[in-house]
């Protein structure tokens, strides 16, 4: 049976002030009061609750303000069609739910705190704290924070702050993405100041376009190829986008075949990464502070490239050099006399890889113009065991890296020698220097140089050498591809990797391990019986260390003896033993 409401006269809603709901809404909320959903496009299928205060069937006013945003989602009914949130974070081309978007972008950096945000805020999403909000979103990984972003408004707000904090970002590029992949993530960011992009797909002159008007405050980018992408830049273009940011400070780019020639300026750029170089015409740096540079040339027939103007004009316009770092095997003894003449007083390191006609009159020229290097690279060249006593005779107190791979012409006598006069010496790379010229199974290694080891004229190849080096400083060597070595003593204290890989010819029986601090021993290609001894002798070396007792000296000094265990105190502690922990050595077999 129907019964009538009793009505409620309109003056005598002033009598009621409970039922005031414009004085409880918030200004601004766009968000259900029952759900907690967006209002637009949204029907709510939660039962109002009624009211206790006054029997009306106008609007409840008892919602519970301290529900959080995630509690009312879960107290939503199964029933209730998904419904799509607008999201303010959203790439164009790519969709963040399939997988290819949720792997592209890598790696993002705030270093922005939450210190102007205001403590005492709460947020319209459930009473959480503004400053609690931005520490959970700051932990989740990019896709995870655009996904936050659509489930209110208050952390859409928080997310964007995220985004324009961000100060670094890593991201992969998918092969079938668009630049408007790049561009709107990119347009999330306006403070970034470190960029680093892992191309997947072509790199064109709009892509350098694109990152220059989204990163106004750019100071270092990094883009890196894959096998299959196609970077497209010009030297013209690479050109205008290095004087146009006059705050970059950092560039490293790779496949920089089509390049054709360039005309660097810029009063910032300190630090210059190109590879894949290929028959420049035109290579002009005018990079006043400009302090490390790497240029790596591809192995590639008719590859006119002058290196030794370009060098000359190197050496003039960039005065404050100290590393350099040139690939090509077109290096030759001229390109060392243009960089020698030029005097650069800062430099600290040089490398000239590949160049075969590097010889030690290049050797006299370097250390007669750089007495300072701490370190010297000259794999690849021809250079004998006289010019390994140059550089000792002249980087005692320097020198405490030298490479010298892939030199045919270097025997165990001059690497000894260089291992006696260097102090300081704490990296020494002599790969595929005592090669074995009758080897019938080539090494991946060795088959790729083998066209480079095929120029000298003259080997200086000896069977069965051997090689013996005490260093108390040493803690890196490489004797890859040694096919030559037949016996090996090392007594090296700091000693942590070592790379023995291919060392086909060395004899178990002729090998000594002193090396107590190893971590690492690179064994691939190596006799099962080679494997086998350096694993008993590591083993043993550790050994050894952990079982070694205490000493003590008698009252009179004059002699050592052991103290027993009851005697001395902390012994075997927990320090002890975790620090023998670390030294425990890694013998890697692929």
């Known amino acids: 049976m129907h019964r009538n409401q009793p009505h409620i006269p309109p003056a005598s809603a002033a009598a009621f002030p409970v039922l005031d709901l414009k004085s409880a809404k918030r200004r601004g909320s766009y968000n259900c009061s029952r759900c907690g959903l ?31 945003c995630v509690s009312r989602l879960c107290n939503t009914p199964q029933s209730r069609p998904p419904c799509n949130f607008r999201r303010a974070l959203s790439f164009d081309d790519i969709d963040v739910r399939c997988d290819s978007a949720e792997r ?53 707000d928080t997310a964007r702050s995220l985004w324009r904090a961000a100060e670094e970002l890593r991201l992969r590029v998918p092969r079938k993405a668009q630049l408007g992949f790049v561009g709107s993530v990119l347009q999330k960011c306006p403070s970034l100041v470190r960029l680093s992009l892992r191309m997947e797909s072509d790199v064109d002159s709009t892509m ?40 970059l400070m950092s560039l490293k780019m790779e496949g920089c075949s089509n390049l054709g020639g360039f005309v660097l300026c810029s009063t910032s750029l300190s630090t210059l990464w190109l590879s894949d170089l290929y028959s420049l015409s035109r290579m002009v740096f005018n990079c006043p502070n400009l302090k490390e540079i790497s240029l790596e040339f591809s192995c590639q027939e008719n590859d006119n490239t002058d290196l030794t103007t370009a060098i000359d004009g190197l050496g003039r316009s960039c005065p404050r050099l100290k590393n350099v770092h040139i690939a090509s095997p077109r290096l030759s003894h001229a390109a060392v006399l243009a960089l020698t003449a030029a005097n650069l007083r800062g430099l600290r390191m040089l490398s000239l890889v590949l160049g075969s006609e590097i010889t030690d009159a290049s050797v006299a020229s370097i250390v007669s113009s750089y007495s300072t290097l701490e370190l010297l690279d000259l794999s690849g060249s021809s250079i004998t065991d006289s010019g390994i006593h140059m550089i000792c005779n ?42 074995d010229p009758n080897s019938q199974n080539p090494t991946p290694d060795e088959d790729r ?67 107590p601090r190893l971590e690492s021993v690179h064994a691939s290609g190596c006799q099962e019986l080679l494997i086998g001894t350096i694993k008993s002798q590591v083993c043993n070396n550790s050994a050894a260390t952990e079982n070694r007792l205490p000493c003590k000296r008698l009252a009179d000094g004059s002699k050592r003896i052991h103290v027993p265990y009851f005697v001395s105190q902390q012994s075997y502690d927990d320090d002890k033993k975790q620090k023998m922990a670390r030294w425990q050595c890694n013998v890697v077999v692929n």
């Open 449 to 515: 140089y083998c066209e480079l080891q095929s120029t000298f004229s003259n080997k200086l190849y000896l069977m069965c050498q051997k090689l013996i080096i005490k260093h108390s400083r040493l803690k890196k060597l490489s004797l890859w591809g040694c096919s030559g070595l037949d016996a090996l003593f090392l007594h090296c204290p700091e000693l942590n990797d070592l790379n023995l890989n291919s060392c086909k010819s060395l004899n178990p029986d002729r090998l000594l391990l002193q090396c």
């Open 38 to 68: 967006p209002k637009k496009g949204h029907t709510c299928n939660v039962a109002a609750t009624k009211a206790t205060s006054v029997a009306t069937p106008g609007p409840t006013t008892t919602v519970d303000s301290t529900m959080s």
């Open 104 to 156: 592209a972008v890598d790696h993002y950096d705030y270093q922005v705190s939450p210190s102007d945000l205001d403590p005492d805020e709460v947020m319209r999403s459930g009473g959480l704290p503004a400053v609690c909000l931005w520490e959970v979103l700051r932990r989740l990984p990019p896709v995870g924070l655009l996904a936050a972003a659509g489930v209110c408004k208050g952390w859409r």
């Open 208 to 247: 350098l376009a694109c990152i220059a008007f989204s990163c106004p405050n750019l100071e270092h980018m990094e883009i890196c190829t894959s096998d299959l992408a196609v970077n497209r830049i010009t030297g013209d273009e690479l050109g205008r986008f290095v004087a146009d940011k006059r705050c």
């Open 394 to 435: 002249v980087f005692p107190s320097t020198l405490s890296r030298l490479l010298l791979a892939l030199c045919p012409n270097i025997t165990s006598n001059g690497i000894q020698f260089a291992t006696t006069q260097l102090p300081l010496l704490e990296l020494m790379d002599c790969g595929m220097t005592l090669c």
